[in-house]
């Protein structure tokens, strides 16, 4: 997965915020952090309307949290393709998440002509150790007539 | 999964909206219309909150959707569990919903001690046609201590 | 997933034998029963060589039954095509699979021209109830220049 | 998932010949070459058997080693659990492997009481690259009466 970025960290967020404002507006509260090679960093505010009894961040909003950080790491390396898509999403939720912000970090496990493949690892933001709250691999369908 | 239900839809939709406003309060826009021996129905009204460009519900609604869907089958089935949790959710995407209401259909395929496996068959409510618009297996695991 | 099937049970078993003799050869313990239109029926024999402690079909053995099995229903659905590829594969174990054969059903979930999704279900032959053994999703490329 | 192992190299080897003969006999072609804190690495001989048209390592072998691997990570974590079982496993397949050996290495999510998720790397051992070939997920369910 090497190879430079075809798009900024403040080239994603602003395709993001005009294409897709119903899951990147600022007031969504999630925020790319970082984007790399095959790579993408985003935060998910904790905020209420994500909390569950125990005011953690709900399991719904973690899938969606780690199919858009994919989606980041993919527009990143390949650039602006808004009609790419989720074939396949599979999450396994493993610790309950510390009260606060979470942190996804995405890198890609393959970028095909047709298919790509990313695994993200989710932690709470505050928490001293290292133990993953959740850990997802996704597909994404490319369009082929790019 | 043979065997009587032990909640009622009227008694698991009361249940939902107190315990789990978050996901279940009417103005989400979901409505539990059918539940039975290891089944349940969920349908998402589409509202402008979960669009995407092109007016079709959202990959993360129907995540969401097929998550609590497979929650109502086991509360039906099972009582008033409150801290049954998703271990693992795979989904897959099948072809781009048509504008308007999704149904969502589960029917559990293990109910255990310790986890509860089920599927969840998505349609377009509007459709002519019976293919599917998304397929989902989720895995829940049961407190011990009930 | 309606249409007339482009391979008979008899044409694809000779296809699987002649192109596949690891996976599909007489002494494999794997005989194709049924094809229909976005479906297929497999019955693994239970030989030594797939037994666990207990006398059981293995894990292992129960994944290569249903990649194999979809894998038939889509040879009947859209003719030879040697070199479609699974890129997913996703199984829940359900519960310890009685001795004896065990039989696996598939049903196609989309049969698209890039991708093919299909599900399938494992029982144990013998078992006087319905409860599955193993239930697994997996998803096909077809190569693009049928 | 810091901690010392509980059974070295040798010992984990020498249990899963005489428990699991079938999969782990010194002529099926696998051998564990490390194990440590949460981790496990195994080598899948290209044997004859395991063969595809193309000569590379088949879908069905690479998924028995992934579960495999997983099962190697876990007993090195806790000792020997002969009943410890996989209860899900979700594989990519990423790029068809060079002819030749395999590598996998597990790296343990979560080793809970309960639930251990463990995700498995397949690379091809003579590839220059690091492109993976292969990535899995899985969950065994503990035996709660360790």
Do not use: W
């Not at 090497?2 to 990147?24: D, I, W």
């Not at 890198?107 to 790509?116: F, I, Q, W």
């Amino acid at each position: 997965m090497a190879g430079a970025v075809k798009m900024s960290l403040a080239e994603v967020t602003e395709f993001l915020e005009r294409e897709f404002p119903q899951g990147f507006a600022r007031d969504r509260g999630r925020r790319i952090e970082a984007v790399g090679p095959g790579t993408a960093r985003v935060r998910q505010l904790a905020t209420d309307e994500h909390l569950r009894p125990g005011g953690t961040v709900s399991g719904p909003t973690m899938m969606a949290l780690c199919d858009a950080t994919i989606y980041v790491a993919i527009l990143a390396a390949v650039g602006p393709v808004a009609l790419a898509v989720t074939t396949n999403l599979s999450i396994n939720f493993l610790k309950k998440p510390a009260p606060g912000d979470l942190i996804a970090d995405c890198r890609m496990l393959k970028l095909g002509k047709r298919l790509a493949v990313g695994e993200v690892a989710v932690r709470s933001a505050e928490a001293a150790e290292d133990d993953l709250v959740a850990h997802c691999v996704a597909t994404y369908s490319i369009p082929p007539d790019r």
